[in-house]
């Protein structure tokens, strides 16, 4: 496979990412967003709703909160690919929200970041399965021998 395939729709899939996410950095990360929202247990609605307890949470859960009418109508499950997709780029993901954030471009800190919230929660959502991980990993990145994830970089030929 080459790196000029066709672009992706859309972001890539955190999914594969988040067992080894650095929950650190995505506490970091909180630093650009705590302006407009507050993460804590119980705590106060901003000019966005508080995120405490978000994932895995439906769209819109908070009832004290005035969402947008996009986000009202959005609907479903604040699951990892529906956050992750709209952490990415919130404006095309959810035409119409209040939220005025360019979003999280790089993988590992989407990753990072929604491994954080995870740990926003009294009973933190379950890391993805195996099957799930599986199935978010795109097949041209996936390796043939699960050993050879960790010697891959090793094992490149030297340049002939």
């Not at 405490?52 to 949470?57: R, Y």
């Not at 929604?114 to 795109?138: F, H, N, W």
Request: hydrophobic share 40%; with cysteine; aromatic share 6%.
């Amino acid at each position: 496979s080459s790196a000029g395939g066709a672009v992706a729709a859309g972001p890539v899939s955190v999914i594969p990412l988040l067992a080894s996410a650095d929950v650190a950095l995505g506490q970091e990360i909180t630093k650009k967003c705590v302006s407009c929202h507050d993460f804590t247990k119980g705590g106060p609605n901003k000019v966005g709703p508080n995120l405490w307890g978000v994932v895995n949470a439906d769209v819109g859960h908070h009832s004290g909160y005035a969402y947008s009418d996009a986000m009202k109508n959005h609907g479903g499950k604040w699951d990892y690919e529906n956050l992750a997709h709209y952490l990415y780029n919130p404006k095309a993901h959810v035409p119409g929200t209040k939220m005025a954030f360019a979003g999280v471009k790089k993988e590992n800190e989407r990753a990072a970041l929604v491994a954080y919230l995870r740990t926003l929660s009294d009973s933190p959502a379950p890391l993805p399965s195996a099957a799930e991980v599986a199935a978010a990993t795109p097949k041209e990145e996936a390796p043939a021998d699960p050993a050879a994830a960790s010697t891959k970089a090793d094992d490149k030929p030297a340049a002939e």
